[in-house]
């Protein structure tokens, strides 16, 4: 009886039983074997690792990252480029050196980073990627290490991160907003280098508080490389961090203010991020994710935008995650695109009390998202297809503790498709307010209100294995 090798087994048997289930490096080793081997399992090998990779600005992360785009066989198969937010900075005061190489791997990997960062260096090897890279469709910005590494059970981590922490037994912070600011106009420098025009942007920030500043969007008027670049996205994913330190300086501004609820405020001032978009006019898709505990200058960027000449004209899909808002105000929003706008998502939202008696329900009581989402039915020119909504709250008072909204299946979060006559009236119905148990009775909601104001998982296994079993 012949003997049955691996080069003679059917190749849907030796990619989706065998090679599926190999760790990392024993995959690399597999490819190695042989030349049938390496031919029989490349296209796997290369979708699964390089079709959306990550790094770190450092010199040795970047200059990977070129190197792919240099490789003819690879370099086609990368079609999301993600910029993690892995800052060198001093060790946590309980961190005890072992060594004098730990010391100086660490010093000189930090020396490296400013100075990738002060020479402009880092722009110029990204640009220098993203030019050589043919299907590159997707650039983004993370400060976390996404789940979904199945085949070693763990986390998909920047190229180099796990080395550093190896070798010096320190971790990166990734959770600077003030970096994540910095990062992003530089990366828009480096597509308009390369005369990269891609169609998607996204920056998806998970740590508290951590978010673009005014200061990312920036553009200046003398850059005229910049237009094509913004001219061709069509989706654009944000996490804003609006502290007056990044550039939204707003609460200090005069004149009457729109919902009538907060302090005095002038709209005479855009914003950047206004601008910006603004530039955007081919845009399909825009997710704005905010900061719950930065309310005032939230509402401040929705004013703005919903007072905007002409904005966002293509818009398809808008949605808000993390915000704090009247319903008045995000009615106004949706209303302002709606002869374009065809999908809605809400997460994580937010509504404050309206002095307009129309948000109370019979009881007297604020209860503004049946009113809204009916609402959604009489707003001329919107004819959703689609709608998210998940982990809604409303506030009775600011002094008092969020009312929670879910359904009637008990779920926290719907979503329906179609035609928004049908599937919005049913969607309302099945809406169920979480009141809570009181013993007092409401506060008089007729007053005036006043203004009150992933989890990074270390861990030790190398995520830049796959690099070493590239044939140059």
Not at 116 to 133: I, T
Not at 140 to 167: L, M
Not at 451 to 461: A, I, N, R, Y
């Amino acid at each position: 009886m012949a003997e049955t090798s691996l080069m003679g087994m059917p190749l849907e048997l030796l990619v989706h039983i065998i090679a599926t289930y190999l760790p990392t490096k024993d995959l690399g080793a597999l490819r190695l074997t042989s030349k049938y081997l390496e031919k029989a399992l490349f296209d796997t090998f290369a979708k699964e690792f390089f079709t959306k990779k990550q790094f770190m600005l450092s010199t040795p992360s970047l200059d990977v990252l070129v190197r792919i785009s240099k490789h003819a066989a690879l370099a086609p198969f990368v079609k999301h480029v993600i910029v993690g937010l892995d800052q060198y900075g001093p060790s946590p005061s309980y961190h005890i050196w072992q060594t004098v190489a730990q010391v100086e791997s660490y010093r000189n990997g930090w020396a490296d980073q400013c100075t990738l960062s002060s020479s402009g260096r880092d722009r110029e090897m990204l640009a220098e990627a993203f030019r050589n890279l043919p299907n590159l469709d997707t650039i983004g910005i993370r400060d976390y290490c996404a789940d979904g590494r199945v085949r070693d059970d763990n986390r998909w981590r920047s190229y180099g991160a796990p080395t550093v922490q190896q070798q010096t037994g320190v971790g990166f912070n990734t959770s600077s907003s003030d970096y994540a600011t910095k990062v992003f106009p530089m990366l828009l420098q480096a597509l308009a280098d390369a005369n990269k025009h891609i169609p998607s942007i996204e920056v998806i920030l998970r740590t508290h508080g951590t978010g673009l500043g005014d200061f990312a969007f920036f553009v200046p008027s003398a850059d005229t490389k910049l237009v094509p670049v913004l001219d061709g996205l069509q989706q654009l994913l944000l996490t804003l961090s609006s502290g007056e330190s990044r550039g939204f300086f707003l609460h200090n501004l005069t004149g009457p203010s729109l919902n009538g609820l907060g302090p005095a405020r002038s709209f005479s001032v855009p914003t950047l991020l206004e601008a910006f978009l603004l530039q955007t006019s081919s845009l399909r898709h825009l997710r704005l994710n905010f900061q719950r505990h930065q309310s005032e200058n939230t509402e401040y960027i929705l004013e703005r935008l919903s007072m905007a000449n002409n904005p966002l004209p293509k818009l398809e899909r808008l949605d808000f995650g993390m915000m704090e808002t009247t319903p008045d105000l995000l009615l106004q929003v949706i209303s302002k695109f709606s002869t374009s706008l065809r999908h809605i998502g809400l997460w994580k939202v937010d509504l404050f009390p309206s002095v307009l008696p129309r948000w109370k329900d019979a009881e007297g009581r604020f209860n503004p998202w049946p009113r809204l989402l009916k609402d959604l039915l009489k707003l001329p020119n919107l004819a959703l297809t689609g709608i998210i909504l998940g982990c809604l709250t409303h506030y009775r008072n600011i002094s008092y503790p969020p009312v929670k909204v879910n359904w009637a299946n008990g779920k926290v979060s719907q979503e329906r498709s179609g035609d928004m006559q049908v599937f919005l009236p049913p969607l309302v119905d099945d809406l169920r307010v979480q009141w809570p148990r009181a013993s007092a009775p409401d506060p008089d909601e007729d007053e005036e209100m006043e203004e009150d104001d992933d989890d990074d998982g270390e861990d030790d296994d190398d995520d830049d294995d796959e690099i070493y079993y590239l044939h140059y």
